[in-house]
């Protein structure tokens, strides 16, 4: 089993629809919480971080981890067709290398 | 531009050659990670180094690879022997405080 799951979709929506994506996870240990947006053969783009339980808003997205589900999802308001991209969640322990550990990432499709 | 830049964008060799990357990280960034990523996947740890040193080596990285960072400035990746299943994107990141990671647009390479 993977530490970090996520479906890989495709996700279609249609435009102006709200997007639900969703990672679980089972390393407790994990501290902090990233969300990366890919466009195809692209670098992954920072989106959200957060540390602690609760929710974080910037503009359109919504970051929400739930610790004690071991849960973490990104919500995405007023879709757009430039929101097309895999979207990837990532984690990290506290302190250590700070490496992150990824999801396999979500194909998200936002059609006119 | 400031952001991480990666050179070349995309390597294609012949199998049993080596490669090397070449990774330019935000100025003023300390920590400096690789990764591997492959179609459909996210994103896999493969070393980090915080200035010049490396502190922590994925089991992934073979002895095949090896990576530098002298003088804490820029870091190279090289594969020595390549092999088919070595073709990946591998993307480097850099970042200040070691939270929040910022990637560079990869280097794709293909291994025929």
């Known amino acids: 089993q993977k530490e970090v799951e996520q479906d890989p979709g495709p996700l279609s929506v249609p435009e102006g629809a709200i997007v639900s994506l969703n990672c679980t996870y089972s390393?407790?240990?994990?501290?902090?919480f990233m969300w990366y947006r890919q466009y195809s053969r692209k670098g992954p783009e920072l989106l959200m971080y957060?540390?602690?339980?609760g929710n974080k808003e910037d503009g359109r997205f919504t970051a929400q981890v739930d610790k004690s589900s071991k849960y973490i999802s990104l919500f995405i308001r007023d879709s757009q067709p430039s929101d097309s991209a895999t979207y990837l969640c990532?984690?990290?322990?506290?302190?250590?290398?700070?490496?992150?550990?990824f999801g396999t990432g979500t194909q998200l499709k936002v059609e006119l | 531009d400031t952001g991480v830049s990666q050179n070349p964008r995309h390597k294609i060799t012949k199998r049993g050659q080596n490669v090397t990357f070449r990774c330019d990280p935000i100025?003023?960034?300390?920590?400096l990670y690789w990764y591997r990523q492959t179609l459909g996947q996210g994103p896999e740890f493969l070393t980090y180094f915080q200035n010049e040193a490396q502190l922590e080596k994925s089991r992934l990285l073979s002895d095949r690879f090896s990576a530098e960072r002298p003088k804490g400035s820029f870091s190279t990746l090289e594969i020595q022997r390549t092999e088919q299943g070595d073709s990946a994107m591998y993307l480097c990141?850099?970042?200040?405080?070691?939270?929040?990671?910022?990637f560079g647009p990869g280097t794709r390479l293909t291994v025929t």
């Open positions: 100025s003023e960034h300390n920590r």
């Open positions: 990141a850099s970042t200040e405080t070691g939270d929040e990671q910022y």
């Open positions: 990532a984690m990290k322990l506290t302190g250590g290398g700070n490496k992150l550990t």
């Open positions: 390393n407790s240990a994990f501290q902090y």
């Open positions: 957060t540390y602690s339980s």
